[in-house]
């Protein structure tokens, strides 16, 4: 599941340009995954909506 440590983790398994999508019905779960995301550098938001989903950032 999303928590800590999962960011540094997702980071190295996503390419350059790589998205990471997730979805989730509990609110609570979501906060905690979009807290989780952008805890890690590496990351970045893809948008500023309502769920979270994050890019590596490439070259």
Known sequence: MVR???GPTAA???RDGG???LATDWED???QMRAVLD???LL???FEG???S???GGS
């Open 19 to 21: 998205v990471l999508r």
């Open 50 to 52: 309502s769920g979270p």
């Open 44 to 46: 970045e938001r893809a």
């Open 54 to 56: 994050a890019t590596k």
């Open 12 to 14: 190295r398994a996503l």
């Open 4 to 6: 800590e440590g999962f």
């Open 29 to 31: 779960y979501a906060l």
């Open 39 to 41: 805890a890690e550098p």
